[in-house]
């Protein structure tokens, strides 16, 4: 069973930088890719990130340039860096597989960019 535990989460204003951090229980981290994830009020759960187990990574197009995504496997954590933030980034930020599990999804960190 793995547990999926969000931190980080804010209230920023626009241009401003956040760091979430994503602590996964269990054994299998290593070896998984993992993403995460963001949901827009209104909006459908999305990818913004990803990255293999070898540190490989992809970003929406909406994130390119602004967002990192980064892994301790020793930790067995994944963060994501967000800089230069905008309103439209506001909302629910989870973990899971790049392949999601519906019973790995977490709580959330709440993000909210606002002035």
């Known amino acids: 069973q793995v547990q999926l535990v969000e931190s980080g989460g804010g209230l920023v204003q626009p241009g401003g930088s956040l760091r979430l951090s994503c602590a996964a229980s269990g054994t299998i981290f290593s070896i998984v890719a993992m993403g995460w994830y963001r949901q827009a009020p209104g909006k459908q759960r999305e990818m913004v990130a990803r990255i293999s187990r070898y540190g490989n990574t992809n970003y929406s197009d909406s994130v390119k340039g602004r967002f990192t995504i980064s892994r301790d496997n020793a930790k067995n954590t994944v963060y994501l860096q967000m800089n230069s933030l905008k309103p439209e980034d506001t909302g629910v930020y989870y973990c899971?597989?790049?392949?999601?599990?519906?019973?790995?999804w977490g709580q959330g960190t709440q993000v909210t960019v606002s002035s």
């Open positions: 899971n597989l790049d392949q999601p599990i519906r019973g790995y």
